[in-house]
C-alpha cells in the first residue's frame, strides 16, 4: 500500500516538473449509477451514491492531455442481502485518463484504475473479509472544459478485476460504474 501512494505522489510531482503553464489543478464531485455484474447478480440492481476528489490536468500538446485524479467512489448495489436493500462498497480510486480534444473543449477519454476498497456498509455480514482491497478497472468517458475552468464529464468504469476473495467461492463478480461529474480547474 504504502509504495502503490509513494507511486502515486511521484507520478503528480513528475507531472509538475514540466511547463507550469501547461499543468492544473482543481477538484471535481457527481453522482454514480454503481453496480455489481458476473455470476448470481440477476437480482442486484443499481445503487446510486456519490464521488467527489482532486485531479490535474497536464497538457502535452494541443489535442492530447493526460488526468490523474484522486477520488473517493461510493459503489455497490442493491439487493436483499441480510434484509438490506443496499451494499456500499467505498473506494479511493486513482485513474489516470488519457485525453484526446476532439475540439476545443470537448475530449474524449479513456484510461486505467486502480481502486482501494476503503469500507462497505449493509447489514450484518462484514463483506470487507469477502473483498479483495484492491479492484482494477478501465474508463471510457467524453469531457467538457469551459474557458474559465469549469468542466462537466461523463464516464463509464468497467471493472476488470473479481472483487470476491473467498475460499471455496468460484463465482466471480465485478464492478461497474456510470459517473456524472462536475469540476473546476483553479489554476
Known amino acids: 500500500m504504502q509504495k502503490i501512494i509513494l507511486l502515486i505522489v511521484i507520478t503528480v510531482l513528475g507531472l509538475t516538473s514540466g511547463d507550469a503553464q501547461e499543468i492544473k489543478f482543481g477538484a471535481k464531485a457527481g453522482l454514480n449509477l454503481a453496480y455489481v455484474t458476473g455470476d448470481d447478480t440477476e437480482d442486484v440492481t443499481p445503487n446510486t451514491d456519490f464521488h467527489f476528489g482532486v485531479m490535474a490536468e497536464w497538457k502535452i500538446s494541443d489535442k492530447f492531455a493526460l488526468q490523474p485524479e484522486v477520488i473517493y467512489s461510493g459503489q455497490g448495489a442493491d439487493t436483499n442481502i441480510d434484509s438490506e436493500r443496499v451494499v456500499s462498497l467505498n473506494y479511493l480510486n486513482v485513474p489516470i485518463m488519457g485525453k484526446y480534444y476532439v475540439t476545443k473543449g470537448l475530449s474524449l477519454e479513456a484510461g486505467p484504475q486502480i481502486g482501494f476498497l476503503l469500507y ?68
Open 120 to 187: 462497505t456498509e449493509g447489514g450484518s455480514i462484514n463483506f470487507e473479509d469477502a473483498l479483495k482491497s484492491i479492484d482494477l478497472g478501465v474508463n471510457f468517458g467524453v469531457g467538457y472544459k469551459l474557458d474559465n475552468g469549469l468542466n462537466f464529464s461523463a464516464r463509464y468504469n468497467l471493472g476488470l478485476s473479481n472483487i470476491i476473495d473467498l475460499d471455496g467461492v468460484s463465482d466471480k463478480i465485478r464492478n461497474g460504474v456510470f459517473q456524472l461529474s462536475v469540476g473546476y480547474f483553479f489554476f
